[in-house]
């Protein structure tokens, strides 16, 4: 009987050995270990697909992948700037501890990434599309398929530089996807182009026409503006067709149950009075998660997450510690628990992007606080949404007096130095609150809090101001700029010396 007891003991404690050695377990979460892939569109508005609302911008892929999976409501981004907001995904942290806060600064390579902790673990890790990121961390990643500057990047006389492939950024998605080892999990970081400008025509069989056109309210309607719109509708729906691809590819390779799939924009619509400011036109994104074996189907999240949240939730997705050096927190209870609050605000940042500019914003679930610390600068929109349909058209009905009070914000200096909204009253950000003795409790309180946040992270001014690298009346480039952009700590002496020579 002994025996016979042993031998059953040896055999259960055999198949228990080979369970657990069949597959790496996440030893956080008692799931195992996902893949990952990680979708950036750029520059695409939160609210601008189907998922999300939007009656008219054919986004079917995006759309399923939200029945699929979990769409977040409340999800913000660090920067409404490009390079500083993919920088501060990457690093888990704030773009002002980057030294990669500006547009164009590359990140220097004594910055620590997630991508590296990933691949030491165990993960093959690769790239594709628009990188944005310099050139020290690529070799974070197994394999990079950068796509270069084209599509994104003006050259210095203002002209788009040579694309390749149909200037989506997205053509090696699934090629990459097929090369990859079978005998390890993956982490894909895959970065459109799209839907930055500027934008080209016959891109679709079946574009949008101007009647599908749905316009905030801080632009007027005219053809030009609805034209401007239509070109990146297009851009939207040719993104949504390589999700659908790669989705494809995950099914085709019967991995996607246990494949996790965000989908985030880097900043907000490359539009004035969006992209390269701080209110939800800029900062707010969309940001679906799919993950079949873990997120319930067809469910939301109202909480409040951040991009600067990214790097700590994939650590601890797949089993790693988190070291409090990221600046962010792990949202990963919310992907089972919707209902739970992983934090009470966000904080956001603006930093030059083509025209000099320096503001912060914290963000509730009901109010937005920001503040502007370069007063004397107006809003001017980045120097690929200036030379665009809708801000010329807007240039022009300026000149006639036509603009409202709410189209006239980014021509507007000096501007003030606080603004307090109602988001839930107030959702496009037009009644600027912060002068009302009604709300004097609120614009203390976060006044307080960006105080507080501000010490916490060591943000402070910077020493110096950059100068500008187009004019702000005509749009057109000036000797100021350089490409490849210098780093940092180059531009701080150039900038010393600058400012010797004028003394």
């Avoid at 998922?51 to 759309?63: F, L, Q, R, V, W």
């Avoid at 769409?71 to 980057?98: E, V």
């Avoid at 603006?350 to 937005?368: G, L, Q, S, V």
Wanted: aromatic share 10%; glycine share 6%.
């Amino acid at each position: 009987m002994y025996k016979y007891i042993k031998l059953c003991f040896l055999f259960v404690t055999a198949l228990f050995i080979m369970s657990c050695a069949s597959k790496k377990e996440n030893k956080n979460t008692e799931v195992e270990t996902p893949n990952i892939v990680f979708i950036i569109a750029d520059d695409m508005a939160w609210d601008d697909s189907g998922a999300y609302g939007h009656p008219n911008i054919k986004t079917p892929n995006i759309d399923q992948l939200a029945k699929d999976g979990m769409r977040f409501d409340n999800a913000f981004l660090t920067a409404s700037s490009c390079s500083p907001s993919r920088t501060s995904i990457i690093t888990g942290l704030y773009p002002h501890n980057t030294d990669a806060e500006q547009l164009h600064w590359p990140l220097p390579a004594n910055k620590k990434t997630f991508v590296e902790e990933l691949k030491a673990s165990g993960y093959w890790t690769a790239q594709a599309g628009k990188w944005h990121l310099g050139e020290a961390i690529k070799e974070r990643f197994d394999l990079v398929m950068d796509v270069g500057t084209h599509g994104f990047q003006l050259s210095p006389t203002g002209e788009k530089t040579k694309q390749i492939g149909d200037g989506s950024g997205c053509e090696n998605w699934v090629p990459v996807l097929q090369q990859r080892p079978k005998d390890q999990p993956f982490f894909l970081w895959f970065a459109a182009v799209d839907p930055h400008r500027p934008y080209s025509k016959g891109i679709l069989d079946n574009p949008h026409e101007q009647k599908d056109v749905i316009l905030p309210p801080y632009f007027p309607d005219t053809e030009e503006v609805r034209e401007d719109f239509v070109h990146y509708y297009n851009e939207i729906t040719r993104l949504d067709n390589y999700v659908g691809k790669v989705i494809a590819e995950l099914d085709h390779q019967g991995v996607a149950d246990n494949t996790l799939i965000l989908l985030i924009s880097d900043n907000g619509r490359p539009f004035p009075r969006d992209k390269t400011t701080l209110y939800d036109g800029g900062i707010k994104t969309p940001w679906i998660v799919k993950w079949p074996k873990v997120v319930q189907a067809g469910s939301s999240c109202q909480n409040l997450v951040s991009s600067v949240d990214i790097a700590p939730t994939f650590l601890k997705l797949a089993g790693l510690e988190v070291s409090p050096t990221y600046e962010g927190v792990d949202f990963s209870a919310l992907l089972t628990q919707p209902e739970k609050t992983s934090r009470e605000m966000i904080y956001a940042e603006d930093h030059w992007h083509d025209y000099e500019d320096y503001a912060r914003a914290i963000r509730t679930k009901k109010y937005k606080y920001i503040k502007n610390f370069y007063t004397d600068l107006p809003n001017t929109p980045s120097a690929d949404a200036f030379v665009g349909g809708a801000f010329q058209s807007m240039l022009e009905l300026k000149e006639n007096n036509q603009l409202t009070e709410a189209q006239l914000a980014c021509f507007i200096s000096p501007r003030p130095k606080e603004e307090l909204y109602d988001i839930v009253e107030d959702p496009f950000e037009l009644q600027n609150l912060a002068g009302d003795p009604k709300f004097e409790n609120e614009l203390i309180a976060l006044r307080a809090e960006m105080k507080n946040i501000r010490k916490m992270t060591k943000d402070s001014l910077p020493a110096f101001r950059t100068p500008d690298e187009f004019d702000r009346e005509t749009g057109k480039s000036n000797s100021f700029r350089k490409r490849p952009r210098p780093s940092k700590v180059e531009m701080e002496k150039i900038i010393m010396e600058m400012n010797k020579k004028t003394k």
